[in-house]
């Protein structure tokens, strides 16, 4: 790993990791590594930061430079759930319920997306 930041489990085992370098990485629960998200996707991040995995399996990550959130489902290309009125989002945390916690730390405080 490369500056490794957040981390979160992956249901059935294993683990994602975000990177300073601008890559998220999935590891099994050999902690062998399964994918890198930017090679998998062909997406670019710019700073990813928080990071999460819903219930599907399917895994968030916040982009504090781009100020968004995006969806990488098990299959099919990426979905941006969160492109506006973020400044700099951090951690995340996803619910049970379907709610998406974002905390933003230029405005001290934890957003929720439905």
Same mark, same amino acid.
């Given at each position: 790993?490369?500056?490794?930041?957040?981390?979160?489990?992956?249901?059935?085992?294993?683990? *994602?990791?975000? =990177?300073?370098?601008?890559? !998220?990485?999935? +590891?099994?629960?050999?902690?062998?590594?399964? $994918?890198?998200? #930017?090679?998998?996707?062909?997406?670019?991040?710019?700073?990813?930061?928080?990071v999460c995995v819903d219930a599907d399996g399917s895994i968030? *990550?916040?982009? =504090?430079?781009?100020?968004? !959130?995006?969806? +990488?489902?098990?299959?099919?290309?990426?979905? $941006?759930?969160? #492109?506006?009125g973020l400044q700099r989002p951090a951690g995340m945390a996803c619910s049970s319920s379907g709610h998406?916690?974002?905390?933003?730390? *230029?405005?001290?405080?934890?957003?929720?997306?439905?």
């Amino acid at each position: 790993l490369q500056g490794p930041r957040y981390v979160s489990p992956v249901p059935g085992g294993g683990f *994602v990791v975000t =990177e300073e370098c601008g890559d !998220v990485k999935v +590891f099994m629960s050999s902690c062998k590594l399964l $994918c890198s998200l #930017s090679s998998k996707y062909g997406h670019q991040f710019g700073n990813p930061a928080g990071v999460c995995v819903d219930a599907d399996g399917s895994i968030l *990550v916040a982009d =504090e430079q781009h100020r968004t !959130v995006h969806l +990488f489902p098990k299959h099919g290309a990426p979905i $941006c759930l969160v #492109s506006t009125g973020l400044q700099r989002p951090a951690g995340m945390a996803c619910s049970s319920s379907g709610h998406l916690f974002v905390a933003d730390t *230029v405005e001290n405080c934890v957003k929720v997306f439905k």
